[in-house]
Nanobody, 118 residues
Framework: QVHVAESGGGLVQAGGSLRLSCADP???????????VAWYRQTPGNLRELVAS???????RYADSVKGRFTISKDNARKRVLLQMNNLKPEDTGVYYC?????????WGQGTQVTVQG
């Protein structure tokens, strides 16, 4: 069973920083190393939108709105993916969901709230 554990959300002032973590502590290392992982964001009344993703090979992709401010990284040794968010803006507010793409199946976390006050 896949257990997607998210952490790191919170309340921050505009211009501040947060770091989100997505981990699956029960998975064996060789499996996590082959995962593709992404962070999505959802606001009320809207669909989830892709914020950033990282492939098993280390390739990254970002939404235009976060380029230059957010950095996604995959730490295979700790079986986690980090999303470093700097220079946060009120429009970054939302529930952030981690998605793990493992061997063709996708698994979602419960989401973590990020609120940026301007």
């Amino acid at each position: 069973q896949v257990h997607v554990a998210e952490s790191g959300g919170g309340l921050v002032q505009a211009g501040g920083s947060l770091r989100l973590s997505c981990a699956d502590p029960r998975v064996i290392l060789s499996v996590f190393s082959s995962d593709n992982v992404a962070w999505y964001r959802q606001t009320p009344g809207n669909l989830r939108e892709l914020v950033a993703s990282v492939t098993s090979g280390g390739g990254t992709r970002y939404a235009d709105s976060v380029k230059g401010r957010f950095t996604i990284s995959k730490d295979n040794a700790r079986k986690r993916v980090l999303l470093q968010m700097n220079n946060l803006k009120p429009e970054d507010t939302g529930v952030y969901y981690c998605n793990i793409d493992r061997r063709g199946s996708r698994y979602w976390g419960q989401g973590t709230q990020v609120t940026v006050q301007g």
